[in-house]
């Protein structure tokens, strides 16, 4: 299949994550990542946006009764860089997690503006 958008990871926190998991969840990981790259709508059953954030989405890996989340945003339309993952254990989406995303993610931003301003 054809790529529309180009995902990359920011520094190493989804390695981290993903080398934490095995290979049948690293598996998956990879083919949701695959769908983000090749679908032109991202069905919100594997990339959601999360509500209260600027631009903040997440990746949803379901593997039998498991669920992890890869938090990512979009960054000139077809571009998407992964930020930290984890295993969900609630229905909600811990805070902290979140805004750990949230901060990666102007963490991101301001190293782009130094490297553009130069």
């Known amino acids: 299949m054809k790529k529309v958008r180009e995902v990359i990871a920011y520094k190493d926190y989804f390695e981290r994550f993903l080398l934490e998991q095995d290979q049948k969840v690293q598996d998956k990981i990879f083919k949701i990542i695959e769908i983000i790259e090749t679908y032109e709508r991202v069905p919100c059953k594997y990339l959601k946006a999360i509500v209260g954030t600027k631009g903040l989405f997440e990746a949803r890996i379901k593997l039998a009764s498991n669920i992890w989340r890869v938090f990512c945003f979009f960054d000139e339309g ?41």
């Open 78 to 118: 077809k571009l998407v860089i992964l930020l930290n993952g984890f295993a969900k254990k609630s229905q909600k989406t811990p805070k902290k997690e979140i805004q750990k995303a949230t901060r990666l993610m102007y963490m991101y931003y301001e190293e782009k503006q130094k490297r553009d301003g130069d």
